[in-house]
């Protein structure tokens, strides 16, 4: 069968390999497998290039609009110098913002788990070899006691990506477009052809915020020339159809924009992700909607920094490495508390904790109480939800 099939391949290997010192077998199968996996990566090369699509659309779409507002409005239909530099000073101010934080998102890379996440070599051999599902999560909690995880899938077992090989970190999760595990994944965003997580979740939000804001100026300082041209006011030129379509465009965009805008404002303020506002994320004590929240101030530091006047600069000021975060205390774990020792990050600002800064805050501790659990005992200072 075997000699069937090299026949059939290549006509000549039947006597050429072995009999008249021809090519060698291995080698002519080897070609012929890297010809079978040529259209896959065909295929994989044109997805890439697919995915680029959106973001040209839109990149075309900020150069007309550049275009006719600069050249078609402010050029050829005002008439007011004064009024001309004071939209171009403000345009151009939209604009480099706009664009600044848009490209900051497209290239940002989305950080992946570090190496202390990855099996050891011993570890996952074993874990590979082992078809016994109990048996491979008693590997994945031997390895795990000494990380900072803290959330767990919905079965309570320990978040372990195949595909990637790594113990998920909190709030990572694996994206089947990237196909890579993103650190605080949000989502996967065609219109940057990039992961939204950690590394540029903050470079989102103000890419939302200055592209509304770009909107709104365009309609607003169009609006007057777009009812003039509407009605007759102003001679057909080539100018009007720029400016009423550059109306309509913008406007449109606006209140698109608006509501994602708003919806990811509300994230923050709450700091959660995308992912966990559709699914709790899943603690040792069960799901928690609120796991991650520290109060309003705070859940904003933790995507824009401490320090207020970076938090408009689509610059890096995010807290934390994106592999633990701080998080309420429902009910301190005995198991946890021995291992995670020499993972403390320290204590939140406002709160005293003689464990770990990832565990949940207690809702029923009060300030300065005692709060013992398996022989335990931690001090905790809440400060109340803003």
């Known amino acids: 069968m075997c000699s069937d099939f090299i026949s059939w391949s290549n006509p000549s290997l039947c006597s050429s390999p072995l009999h008249s010192g021809g090519p060698d077998v291995t080698q002519t199968l080897f070609s012929a497998g890297r010809l079978k996996m040529a259209p896959s990566h065909v295929l994989r090369c044109c997805q890439r290039g697919l995915s680029w699509i959106p973001v040209i659309f839109i990149n075309l779409v900020v150069c007309w609009s550049y275009y006719a507002y600069v050249m078609e409005l402010c050029i050829y239909t005002i008439p007011n110098p004064e009024e001309q530099v004071i939209y171009l000073v403000v345009f151009h101010l939209c604009f480099i913002m706009f664009m600044w934080s848009y490209w900051k998102t497209i290239v940002s890379r989305p950080t992946n788990p570090s190496k202390e996440f990855c099996l050891p070599k011993a570890e ?3 874990y590979e070899k082992e078809e016994v599902a109990e048996v491979q999560q008693e590997i994945l909690k031997k390895v795990s006691k000494g990380l900072p995880i803290y959330t767990r899938t919905g079965g309570g077992a320990i978040r372990y990506c195949d595909r990637c090989q790594v113990i998920k970190p909190d709030r990572c999760h694996h994206c089947s477009t990237c196909d890579q595990c993103v650190l605080k994944m949000d989502h996967h965003c065609p219109w940057v052809n990039n992961c939204v997580g950690f590394s540029n979740y903050k470079f989102f939000v103000l890419f939302l915020g200055y592209s509304m804001i770009y909107c709104l100026f365009i309609a607003a300082t169009v609006l007057q020339y777009f009812i003039k041209f509407w009605t007759n006011q102003l001679p057909d030129t080539h100018a009007k159809f720029h400016v009423l379509f550059l109306f309509f465009v913008a406007t449109m965009f606006f209140i698109s924009i608006l509501s994602l805008f708003t919806y990811h404002l509300w994230l923050v303020a709450k700091n959660r992700t995308t992912i966990e506002a559709f699914r709790a994320p899943v603690f040792r004590n069960g799901p928690d909607k ?53 993972n403390s990050k320290g204590a939140l600002d406002g709160e005293s904790m003689s464990n770990s800064h990832n565990h949940l805050l207690d809702n029923s501790a009060a300030d300065g109480k005692q709060h013992t659990d398996g022989g335990a005992t931690v001090t905790v200072t809440v400060e109340n939800e803003s």
């Open 124 to 126: 996952k051999e074993q």
């Open 290 to 342: 609120h796991g991650f929240t520290l109060g309003f101030k705070k859940n904003v530091k933790e995507v824009f920094g401490d320090q207020k006047r970076y938090w408009l600069l689509p610059i890096y000021t995010s807290l934390g490495d994106g592999h633990t975060f701080p998080t309420r205390l429902v009910n301190i774990d005995p198991e946890q508390l021995i291992g995670d020792q020499p």
